[in-house]
């Protein structure tokens, strides 16, 4: 045996190892089934499924890839977090410092900023793809349901992450989305002073969108996330096939 | 369930010949011989198997993972070429009292913005959205009862044309907002030079 051989069976026969990787590489039926039902990310999925809904073209991946970009944006999100404060003061300042001084501040932004945009792109085309296989029928009414709250999440993440950066887009772009708001009937008052925090865009608007953006809509949106996931398996797996 | 329960039990129980026992007589036991209480009821196989179903069915790992694995990788290279190669925009220090020439919501409420131009704002900012999201959404499996084994799009070709419509809709004026609305929201002809409205850039920050 040579010595690169016997460092692997070392490894592999560690304990540490061994705690980590519980069963050796899945080659027969028995162990692929343990792969997944021993693994809590890899247990989202039942241990078998049906054809049809492995098929790239049935479902695109568009959903799988807008968690998937969900949790880069996740990820992208928090680094970002670190060297941002949210004040008029600072917020601009803290964006330019993060791309010109943050260890790979700009690309961590970049990716924040197009991940944020593919994401809407593409929890609107998940949708058109259930729309288009008739996949809201019964028994799935409840997850379309759930899935519309995401698509909403989806754009208020997007829409309150616009802000912070605090130039003119994002300025002007929130300012256009509060003259709407305000052309709501009855409600139009409430909603400017409880989201935006006062009738124009300022300080207070920044914080409540940085809270919202950060705290409040991902763990939402987690949630039902996590309840969307559920449900897809409860309703017996993906629909179809057409 | 309990129909089927008395009937069950009132059942009498013929011995059959132990050679002739298959899977189902062995669990054909008298209610008053079990150890245990009946809780539930699940519905039974039919006696006589015709033709077990096909199983269609792969193993998620490697069929399905290997899948999602190769999507996620493929996104994750794109989203660091972007990232390398594509800035996301920044302009100038918010400043609330210069209007910049171009104004715009984020492309998801461009539409809306587009209606804005058009008609009176409680409906385009109110009533359509509202309707979207409402009727649009919300409830369209609770309108859309006609037939739940319809899933082909030819099948149900109504609720496919209005969805399709409300797309289509949007879509346009979406389009309208990004690429068509210039300095101070006019119509403009991007890229386009023998128009009389052409400009020489798009008028759009992401
Ligand atoms: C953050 C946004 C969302 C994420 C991450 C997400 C994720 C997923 C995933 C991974 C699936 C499995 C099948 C597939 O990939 O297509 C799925 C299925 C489904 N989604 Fe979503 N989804 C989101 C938003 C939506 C929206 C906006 C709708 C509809 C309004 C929706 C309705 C459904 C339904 C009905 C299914 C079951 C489809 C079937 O059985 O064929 N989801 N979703």
Redo the contacts between chains.
């Keep these: 045996m040579s010595f690169l051989e016997r460092v692997d069976q070392a490894i592999r026969r560690s304990p540490a190892w061994r705690s980590l990787f519980r069963n050796p590489y899945?080659n027969d039926?028995r162990s692929?089934?343990y792969?997944?039902m021993n693994n809590v990310f890899?247990h989202l999925?039942?241990?078998?499924?049906?054809?049809?809904?492995?098929k790239?073209a049935y479902t695109f991946?568009l959903g799988?890839?807008s968690f998937?970009?969900f949790l880069?944006l996740t990820v992208t999100g928090v680094y970002l977090m670190f060297f941002y404060i949210p004040s008029?003061t600072s917020a601009?300042s803290d964006?330019?410092s993060i791309?010109a001084n943050v260890a790979f501040g700009?690309?961590?932004?970049?990716?924040?900023?197009?991940?944020a945009?593919?994401m809407?792109f593409f929890v609107?085309l998940h949708?058109?793809r259930v729309?288009?296989?008739?996949?809201?029928?019964?028994p799935?009414?409840f997850n379309?349901?759930v899935g519309?709250f995401l698509?909403?999440f989806t754009?208020a993440l997007?829409?309150t992450g616009?802000l912070l950066?605090?130039?003119?887009?994002?300025?002007?772009?929130i300012?256009?989305?509060l003259n709407?708001?305000s052309?709501?009937?009855v409600i139009n008052t409430p909603i400017q002073s409880l989201i935006f925090g006062g009738i124009?865009?300022?300080q207070n608007t920044l914080l409540r969108f940085y809270v919202l953006h950060i705290m409040v809509l991902p763990l939402i949106t987690a949630i039902f996330l996590a309840v969307h996931f559920w449900r897809i398996r409860k309703d017996g797996g993906i629909?179809?096939p057409? | 369930m309990t129909d089927q329960k008395t009937e069950k039990e009132s059942r009498v129980v013929l011995p059959v010949d132990p050679t002739r026992r298959t899977e189902i007589d062995k669990q054909r036991v008298p209610m008053s011989a079990r150890p245990y209480r009946l809780l539930a009821m699940v519905k039974q196989d039919a006696v006589v198997r015709v033709q077990k179903e096909p199983d269609?069915?792969?193993?998620?790992?490697?069929?399905?993972?290997s899948?999602?694995f190769l999507?996620?990788t493929v996104?994750?290279i794109f989203?660091?070429l972007?990232?390398?190669f594509?800035?996301?925009?920044?302009?100038?220090?918010?400043?609330?009292n210069?209007?910049?020439p171009v104004?715009?919501?984020?492309?998801?409420?461009l539409g809306?913005?587009e209606l804005?131009a058009y008609f009176h704002?409680?409906i385009s900012?109110?009533l359509v959205p509202f309707l979207y999201?409402l009727g649009g959404?919300?409830v369209?499996?609770?309108i859309?009862r006609a037939n739940?084994e319809?899933?082909?799009?030819s099948e149900?070709k109504t609720t496919?044309l209005l969805?399709s419509l409300f797309?289509i809709l949007g879509l346009m004026v979406t389009f309208v907002g990004v690429f068509f609305r210039g300095p101070g929201y006019s119509i403009v002809t991007p890229l386009l030079p023998f128009f009389d409205n052409f400009t020489s850039g798009l008028h759009f920050?992401?």
């Design positions: 899945p039926e692929r089934a792969a997944v890899l999925h039942p241990v078998r499924v049906r054809q049809h809904a492995v790239f991946c799988g890839l998937f970009l880069v008029t601009y964006i330019l791309q700009l690309i961590t932004r970049n990716i924040h900023r197009w991940g945009h593919l809407v609107f949708m058109m729309f288009y296989h008739g996949a809201y029928k019964p799935r009414e379309w349901v519309v698509l909403l754009i997007s829409f616009y950066p605090w130039d003119q887009i994002s300025y002007w772009a300012t256009i989305g709407m708001a052309y709501t009937p124009e865009v300022g629909s179809g057409l | 269609d069915t792969v193993m998620t790992w490697p069929h399905l993972l899948i999602e999507a996620a996104m994750s989203l660091l972007m990232g390398l594509i800035n996301a925009p920044l302009e100038e220090l918010a400043n609330g210069l209007t910049p104004a715009k919501a984020p492309w998801y409420l809306l913005q804005l704002p409680v900012g109110v999201i959404a919300f369209l499996p609770f859309d739940p319809a899933k082909k799009p149900r496919v969805f797309c920050a992401l």
